[in-house]
């Protein structure tokens, strides 16, 4: 079969919500020779947030779309989905998100990352337990979010919601407050972080942060796309995006 000239080892098709600003910009940067990013946008309107009801109601908003976005980026023949957009893949715990993935493998006809499940795989090689979570969305998510990685596992020392209002108001938290909620969060008890939240920038500041604190720091823009990577038989290693790309 002949192959694309630019993405002749891979073509990833990525779906993220059209409110987001973060994913195209973090998985560009981690592209790697014969690998290309192809972008859907799920529409969302730039809905006010400020209870769980109305975070629920943005999950579904995103939901009711996907497909359609899905759709479109199918037309370009990629080899591989990528979710960019995370909120709906931890819902109601791991099982239901792995139906959730598994319908939509099945509809689409290619294998999904979802940055639930890429997290778990981050976490897993670097055999830690005891987690920290920090995520920019309202409490029904974060329990969400703390039930799959309990039923992955692990242990959720501590959370950090950030109840941010909007989803455009997720990519503009800067990073001295989320260095500031990190060293409230940390201690002897906490083996590793995780950052969840697709639209929350968190790729760079993590390698700082792993290098100060010295362990693992989890940023799901990054695990997810390193998943993709390596579940499509890309074992490139390169330095200067954290120990997932350079030892994994």
Known sequence: MPKDALGWRCKFAVVAPSTNTI???????????????????????????????????????????????????????????????SALMFWDGRAASEARMRALEARCGLRVSAGSFACEAALNLFKVRRIAVISPYFPVSDRNVTRFFQDCGFEVVRFRGLKCSSPVAIAQVQPDELRAHVAEMDGDDVDA??????????????????????????????????H??????????????GPLFEKH
């Open 228 to 241: 993709a990577l390596r579940a499509m038989g890309i074992e490139d290693r390169f330095g200067g995006w």
């Open 23 to 85: 994913v195209q910009p973090d998985m560009d940067s981690l592209r790697v020779p014969g690998v290309t990013n192809h972008f859907g946008r799920i529409y969302v309107p730039n809905m006010k947030v400020a209870s769980d009801e109305d975070f629920v109601a943005l999950v579904e908003a995103i939901g009711a779309t996907l497909n359609d976005a899905v759709d479109r980026c199918l037309t370009c023949e990629p080899d591989y989905l990528i979710m960019g957009m």
């Open 193 to 226: 972080f995780v950052q969840v939240g697709t639209n929350l920038s968190m790729v760079s500041l993590c390698l700082d942060l792993e290098r100060e604190y010295g362990k693992p720091f989890v940023a799901i823009n990054s695990a997810t796309y390193w």
